[in-house]
């Protein structure tokens, strides 16, 4: 089945860009989507389809998707970013399509 | 506005059964496939179990085949989850949640707030 990987963590001070990256193989051919999830709550959509906003989310946050590395990015990071964050592709060749990965927890400096 | 809410979930001893049930409201239901998600405590998401709009496909991961099933009923916007021969591993947080899917590539758009499942003896 297909594998995507994320970093367990990254770290970024308040007010400089954040970058998540998900990697799996030729990702770039495949749409990712990205979720948001804070502590105690549900996830949220933040990103789909490598690149769009559903109506709500800031434009700080943004995604791109190339080669072996999709990445979503938060520009000016923000005190009430600090969550954790995952990609999910849709792998039709799997028993189960949906996959997601590890997640990559965001703390603000 | 979309709006699923998930019940069911409960503390029960290993090899025994429970049946999670999700209501929807605020969209089409039947329009929609459907899917369940668990999150087991301070781990990430696992997709376990997905069916599709008229429940003509249904997908399930290994580690759930032949004990869990998706079912919907789309009369009264509802999703349902059996979960038959529970093991401590089943343990987590399950999620209701809408798909929505374009081109080959679908994702989830809606989540209900999730409902607890612990097994323990």
């Known amino acids: 089945s297909y594998v995507l990987t994320q970093p367990p963590s990254v770290s970024v001070a308040p007010g400089k860009a954040a970058t998540i990256p998900c990697g799996g193989i030729?990702?770039?051919?495949?749409?990712v989507h990205w979720y948001q999830q804070k502590p105690g709550q549900a996830p949220v959509l933040v990103i789909s389809?490598?690149?769009d906003r559903p109506s709500g989310i800031p434009e700080r946050i943004s995604g791109s998707n190339s080669g072996n590395t999709a990445t979503l990015t938060i520009s000016s990071v923000e005190a009430g970013d600090e969550a954790d964050y995952y990609c999910?592709?849709?792998?039709?060749?799997?028993?189960?399509?949906?996959?997601f990965g590890g997640g990559t927890k965001l703390t603000v400096l | 506005q979309v709006r699923l809410v998930e019940s069911g979930g409960g503390l029960v001893k290993p090899g025994m059964s429970l049946r999670l049930s999700c209501a929807a409201s605020?969209?089409?239901?039947?329009?929609?496939?459907m899917t369940w998600i668990r999150q087991a405590p301070g781990e990430g998401l696992d997709w376990i179990s997905y069916?599709?709009?008229?429940?003509?496909?249904?997908y399930y991961a290994d580690s759930v085949k032949g004990r869990f099933t998706i079912s919907r009923d789309d009369a009264t916007e509802s999703l349902y989850l059996q979960m038959n021969s529970l093991t401590v591993d089943d343990t987590a947080v399950y999620y209701c949640?809408?798909?929505?899917?374009?081109?080959?590539?679908?994702?989830?758009?809606?989540w209900g707030q999730g409902t607890q499942v612990t097994v323990s003896s």
């Open positions: 030729n990702i770039g051919r495949k749409s």
């Open positions: 605020g969209f089409s239901f039947s329009d929609y496939y």
């Open positions: 999910q592709v849709w792998d039709s060749t799997s028993d189960l399509p949906g996959v």
């Open positions: 949640a809408r798909g929505d899917c374009r081109g080959d590539s679908c994702y989830v758009d809606h």
């Open positions: 389809y490598d690149s």
């Open positions: 069916i599709s709009f008229s429940g003509v496909t249904i």
